[in-house]
């Protein structure tokens, strides 16, 4: 069968690669795609991740025969929904379910009232009130967040009542995140560490993958500005097989039936971003589609056929294949733009890359890359996913930072610590 992704970064190039190794995977386009998701797949620049009508013309042009949509904004506007009214079947939540991603109003709401665990919180719209929230509750850090869709920087953690004063005013009167921010939720801040569970579910079953560890801030010691991922690494020693446990009894299944009871059934992948506090897991966030960079590291360590699987999910059959995960682990380091996430440059030579974009040993993939001239160059903030596998975390991250040393553009930066909180001898 033929197929489109939609999307252009490292996950996209990882769900193509996987999909890739299944017998049943005939042609595929990627729209936009980048420089080196060119080395796998038949990109088509003209149509951006977020063009509905695009998408679906090109779709009924090159008589695909499955859509994958990877990114939140088109799932939340409801990409799905319009290729299935152009007669397309097609992987990802329709509208009515992304928004367990698209407002946190609603999922934290949806907790609520089916008793999954997650921070104590409150909505607002009005400043005032919000204000006078925090100031009864006097409890610090607490944490501020835009109801929608905010690029991952739409989290404020206050440190005291002045910082959360100010964002509550930035969100709600100063228009920061423009409508996503127009209604906030004040949650309690908690601690622990971290994990993201990818897991695929068509409302009838739910298959976790292998968990994993993101790295959201920008530098070592997890310094600097929240990003949207500088390196994974899976599984994540923090969700051990009795936190996975509780996780798939008290979250994972809740939040199945709990969709299905509010009629929006999630068909597609639903990732659990998990806090462990004290051994017992709470859901911080949801998101409607796989991470990124998580997707780089958890389908390395899949078992099986991807493609089977989302086609599978799309029909609410996915209980027919089977999915296994992988022994060993994977690690992800992420090469970014000097600068990123704020300002950088594009346009720079990526020098140590094959033809095909990749170096011998690793995975390579490409996030904001272009060809020209038969040469890579950067063309955004994170630029490439460099991605080993091996028996344990130090194999897969000698792995990954070896292949690293041998990329070079001007102005790379990365973390030198990926791991590092999951017992990785990397990072000091
Ligand atoms: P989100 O965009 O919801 O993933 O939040 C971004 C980051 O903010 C998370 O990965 C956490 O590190 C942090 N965060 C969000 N909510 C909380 C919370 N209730 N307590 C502590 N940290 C949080
Ligand atoms: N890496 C976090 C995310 O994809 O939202």
Request: with cysteine.
């Amino acid at each position: 069968m033929d197929i489109l992704v939609i999307g252009g970064g490292g996950r996209e190039h990882a769900i193509i690669r996987k999909i890739k190794e299944s017998p049943d995977c005939g042609a595929v386009y990627c729209a936009p795609g980048n420089g080196g998701i060119a080395a796998d797949a038949i990109c088509c620049p003209e149509v951006k991740a977020t063009d509905i009508d695009g998408a679906v013309r090109l779709a009924l042009e090159k008589k695909v025969d499955f859509v994958i949509v990877a990114p939140d904004d088109p799932l939340v506007a409801g990409m799905v929904d319009a290729m299935n009214a152009a007669g397309l079947p097609a992987f990802g939540p329709n509208k009515a379910a992304a928004i367990i991603e698209g407002s946190k109003a609603f999922s934290k709401d949806l907790m609520k009232k089916y008793g999954i665990p997650t921070a104590q919180y409150e909505v607002f719209t009005d400043s005032a009130q919000a204000i006078e929230y925090v100031r009864a509750r006097g409890e610090y850090p607490t944490v501020v967040k835009a109801d929608g869709l905010a690029l991952g920087k739409g989290v404020i953690i206050a440190k005291d009542e002045a910082e959360a004063v100010a964002a509550i005013t930035d969100m709600l009167e100063g228009n920061k995140f423009g409508a996503s921010g127009s209604r906030i939720v004040i949650e309690q801040f908690l601690e622990g560490p971290e994990v993201s569970v990818l897991a695929l579910t068509d409302g009838n079953v739910m298959v976790p993958l292998t968990s994993a560890m993101d790295h959201k801030r920008a530098c070592d010691h997890d310094e600097g500005l929240n990003t949207g991922g500088m390196g994974t690494i899976a599984p994540n020693p923090a969700f051990t097989p009795e936190v996975a446990q509780k996780a798939m009894q008290r979250i994972f299944l809740p939040t199945m039936e709990a969709m299905k009871q509010e009629g929006r059934t999630f068909r597609g992948c639903l990732f659990f971003g998990l806090m462990v506090v004290g051994g017992e897991p709470y859901v911080i966030e949801y998101n409607c589609r796989f991470g990124d960079p998580e997707t780089q590291v958890v389908l390395p360590l899949m078992e099986g056929d991807l493609l089977r699987a989302m086609v599978a999910t799309a029909k609410g059959e996915l209980a027919t294949v089977p999915i296994s995960i992988k022994p060993g682990s994977a690690a992800c380091v992420v090469m970014a733009s000097g600068g990123y996430p704020v300002k950088y440059e594009s346009g720079k030579e990526i020098c140590g890359l094959d033809e095909d974009g990749q170096v011998r040993g690793v995975t390579v993939y490409h996030a904001g890359t272009k060809r020209q001239d038969g040469k890579y160059l950067t063309a955004g903030g994170r630029v490439l996913g460099v991605t080993a596998l091996g028996d344990s975390l130090n194999d897969a991250l000698d792995g990954a930072y070896a292949a690293v040393q041998k990329i070079s553009f001007e102005k790379a930066h990365y973390r030198h610590d990926i791991g590092r909180k999951a017992g990785g001898k990397y990072g000091n």
